[in-house]
């Protein structure tokens, strides 16, 4: 965006904050502004991307010491700037002698505004060949939470198609902890892995202490077991399923009993793995075409679900 554009913004006024502000403040009137203004919640809204993009322009030179001084002295000078102009319109006839004398003092008044707009200019392309890192990392944590409310909410259409499962945990953590108790993405992932393949591990930005763990959609036999697990022992967690918890087997039948087989109800679990399509089983072709269409589904669904995550990632 070109300095004289960025001047006909009130960057103040975008994020409903005064000049006087703290950067903690802009900092909390950006990301306010920017969940209710982001392109991702406004789909209906021609205007939604473009008004988005000035929020973080705001947040980007705001944020900023120097580029923030530069605005401001520019800003200053283009107020004087009209306020003199608009002085001149009214009393153009009056003071047309006075406006000869006061020619050099204009002259002077230019090159003070001229100057300013030039050290904007400088500060804007040192800010975008730098980067600010402020601004990378608010949009980062917005694209976690906007991810966060999708992965969550995530159904299957078809209600022969059973969710992933996912579990809760809350573990303790003050706000401001840079450790967060104890608890990062890696140890979560670490300590769920016993119990089956971890497919996405989601931390909360928004608030400390708090995880979604969903595994895959074939879970182990040890799945069930993970409602016992407290965590780290200075700082134990607890665990509460989301949604796909499955379900226990029933006993498997002795197929060497005397008994007759095909009068046996067969086991039967929630979720069966892919390893099962190896097993010779009993079953009729009815039996087996259902599973093979649930197995497809499955996939599907597992597809639409990644297919989704990648295009948040790439238009965040």
Not at 75 to 95: F, G, Q, T, Y
Not at 186 to 201: D, K, M, R
Not at 262 to 269: F, N
Not at 283 to 311: G, P
Request: glycine fraction near 4%; aromatic fraction near 6%; proline fraction near 5%.
């Amino acid at each position: 965006m070109p300095p004289s554009d960025i001047l006909k913004l009130d960057l103040y006024g975008l994020l409903d904050v005064t000049a006087e502000a703290t950067e903690k403040e802009i900092v909390s009137a950006y990301r306010k502004k920017a969940r209710k203004c982001h392109p991702d919640k406004n789909p209906d809204n021609p205007k939604a991307a473009e008004l988005f993009h000035e929020l973080s322009k705001a947040l980007e030179l705001l944020t900023d010491a120097a580029a923030r001084a530069a605005y401001d002295k520019a800003l200053k000078a283009r107020k004087a700037a009209e306020l003199r102009h608009r002085e001149l319109d009214s009393k153009r006839k009056k003071l047309k002698e006075d406006l000869e004398a006061r020619e050099d003092s204009v002259e002077l008044q230019n090159k003070t505004e001229a100057a300013a707009k030039k050290n904007l200019e400088a500060e804007i392309e040192r800010l975008r060949k730098e980067g600010n890192k402020l601004l990378e990392a608010e949009q980062d944590l917005l694209r976690e939470s906007l991810k966060q409310q999708t992965v969550v909410t995530v159904d299957s259409s078809d209600d022969d198609v059973p969710v992933s499962p996912k579990i809760k945990v809350k573990w303790k953590a003050r706000k401001g902890d840079e450790s967060n108790g104890g608890y990062n993405k890696n140890n979560l992932e670490a300590l769920f892995s016993q119990y089956g393949e971890v497919a996405f591990v989601l931390v909360s930005a928004k608030k400390s202490g708090s995880a979604i763990i969903e595994f895959d959609k074939s879970p182990s036999s040890k799945l069930l077991e993970v409602e016992y697990e407290d965590g780290l022992p200075n700082n134990p967690f607890t665990v509460s399923w989301l949604s796909g918890k499955p379900l226990k087997s029933k006993p498997c039948v002795n197929m060497t009993s005397s008994i007759n087989p095909a009068a046996v109800e067969q086991p039967y679990s929630s979720y069966i793995h892919a390893s099962e399509f190896a097993k010779p089983v009993s079953t009729s072709d009815n039996d087996f075409e259902s599973l093979v269409l649930r197995k497809l589904r499955q996939a599907e669904e597992r597809k639409r679900l990644i297919e989704q995550m990648q295009k948040e990632d790439g238009e965040g």
